[in-house]
């Protein structure tokens, strides 16, 4: 079946500009991810998403910062008022559930930011 | 907050075995020991894990101490597609996934 699907690839905007991200999960993971990983560094945890349950949102670096996942499925991730520092590529991952066995992680191939 | 420990890049001559080390000596009883790697420019990617015994399948083997403190990802016959960074992950509190920098594995031709 079909991965975990990030839209768009790349993302080209401008210092001050909103940006929203897409995440795609695989069919029935009821969790999922967003991880930031700038060069050259390792993954960053931004949030997560279980079910009906509140995120966890400890991950966010800052109130421009914010995800949305409509309907058990389809995540957003939204960057308001963008900075150079947010440059980065942002991961997507979703897993089955929360169990250690149902924990492993399968990842989208990320959404490149560039803010000028 | 960093839970396991490995060394920073490592070399292995393609067609040999590669052992990538991690140490984990705060690992509490019922976590596990995940295994993921980075291929350049895409997502990672999910080997292997483990809680007290050997595990293997058809990408790696994975060896845990006994005393589970630490633990060694084999790939037993490194190709140069295995080149990527490594990471040995054990689940900290809640459920996020502490990546940190991983290993830096190059496989030389």
């Known amino acids: 079946g079909a991965g975990v699907s990030q839209s768009p690839s790349n993302k080209v905007t401008e210092k001050g500009k909103d940006v929203e991200l897409r995440c795609d999960p695989i069919?029935?993971?009821?969790?999922l991810y967003w991880y930031r990983q700038s060069l050259g560094q390792g993954l960053e945890f931004l949030i997560y998403?279980?079910?009906?349950?509140?995120?966890?949102k400890s991950g966010l670096p800052s109130d421009r910062f914010s995800a949305e996942r409509t309907g058990g499925s389809v995540s957003t991730l939204t960057i308001q008022r963008t900075q150079q520092e947010d440059s980065a590529v942002y991961l997507c991952?979703?897993?089955?559930?929360?169990?250690?066995?149902?924990?492993?992680?399968?990842f989208g191939a990320g959404t490149r930011l560039s803010v000028l | 907050d960093a839970k396991t420990t490995q060394p920073t890049s490592m070399d292995c001559a393609e067609g040999r075995a590669a052992n990538l080390p991690c140490n984990h000596s705060?690992?509490?009883?019922?976590?596990?020991v995940y295994w993921y790697r980075q291929i350049h420019s895409q997502g990672p990617q999910y080997i292997i894990h483990?809680?007290?015994n050997n595990e293997t399948n058809e990408m790696a083997s994975l060896i845990i101490t006994e005393d589970r403190k630490s633990s060694t990802l084999i790939l037993p016959h490194a190709t140069l597609r295995d080149t990527a960074v490594y990471y040995c992950?054990?689940?900290?509190?809640?459920?996020?996934?502490?990546f940190g920098t991983g290993t830096s594995l190059t496989v030389i031709p």
């Open positions: 069919s029935g993971h009821t969790a």
């Open positions: 992950i054990v689940r900290p509190h809640g459920n996020q996934f502490y």
């Open positions: 483990g809680l007290k």
């Open positions: 991952a979703s897993s089955l559930g929360l169990g250690q066995k149902q924990n492993i992680q399968y």
């Open positions: 998403f279980q079910g009906n349950s509140a995120p966890d």
């Open positions: 705060t690992i509490s009883g019922n976590e596990y």
